[in-house]
T-cell receptor
Framework: AQSVTQPDIHITVSEGASLELRCNYS??????LFWYVQSPGQGLQLLLK??????LVQGIKGFEAEFKRSQSSFNLRKPSVHWSDAAEYFC????????????FGTGTQLKVEL | DVKVTQSSRYLVKRTGEKVFLECVQD?????MFWYRQDPGLGLRLIYF???????EKGDIPEGYSVSREKKERFSLILESASTNQTSMYLC???????????????FGPGTRLTVL
């Protein structure tokens, strides 16, 4: 079965600094991958997704992620963090033939210092 | 925009009560899902439905049941609520898998359930 690991439970960055959130997956074939963000008291919002093609994916709010097959990773990046980016971020993986079922990581809580 | 709504944002129930959580989506999605979210555990799939009256167990179905009588509505039922079911419950919907293998899920705002 597929699995997702987000090794960082909490991350704190200063406003304006760059950000990288790590995501590693375990699956025998090429998965399809997502990053979601959850603001306090809200549901999850899709930031970006990777199905195939270009391994660098652009998303909303200035985020991007890069799929690296050799490292089984799909790390989320942003060049300059804004205070409003403080939220919890979830990586998710789906598998071909698995319908729409997704497996989520345990999340990374991002704190932004002003 | 896709809209997924959940009947309550906050709910407080007593142990042993029967609890209904309702979810409605307005984009004619085939698939609907119920998750529970707990700190440090992320989202765990309880049940999902890929068609009206069709359901499949997720990773943690014990203590829960579901109902999907209409395409737009998916209900989660706690037959006899227990304190360990205190959690945030998230509903999601999505289209059938596309040729590349899948589609994203769209989430409701969540229901924070407290069982006393």
């Amino acid at each position: 079965a597929q699995s997702v690991t987000q090794p960082d439970i909490h991350i704190t960055v200063s406003e304006g600094a760059s950000l990288e959130l790590r995501c590693n997956y375990s699956y025998g074939a090429t998965p399809y991958l997502f990053w979601y963000v959850q603001s306090p008291g809200q549901g999850l919002q899709l930031l970006l997704k990777y199905f195939s093609g270009d391994t660098l994916v652009q998303g909303i709010k200035g985020f991007e992620a890069e799929f690296k097959r050799s490292q089984s990773s799909f790390n989320l990046r942003k060049p300059s963090v804004h205070w409003s980016d403080a939220a919890e971020y979830f990586c998710a993986v789906g598998i071909t033939g698995g319908g729409n079922k997704l497996t989520f990581g345990t999340g990374t809580q991002l704190k932004v210092e002003l | 925009d896709v809209k997924v709504t959940q009947s309550s944002r906050y709910l407080v129930k007593r142990t042993g009560e029967k609890v209904f959580l309702e979810c409605v989506q307005d984009m004619d999605h085939e698939n609907m899902f119920w998750y529970r979210q707990d700190p440090g555990l992320g989202l765990r799939l309880i049940y999902f439905s890929y068609d009206v009256k069709m359901k499949e167990k997720g990773d943690i179905p014990e203590g829960y049941s579901v109902s999907r009588e209409k395409k737009e509505r998916f209900s989660l039922i706690l037959e006899s609520a227990s304190t360990n079911q205190t959690s945030m419950y998230l509903c999601a919907s999505g289209r059938d898998a596309n040729p590349l293998g899948g589609n994203e899920q769209f989430f409701g705002p969540g229901t924070r359930l407290t069982v006393l």
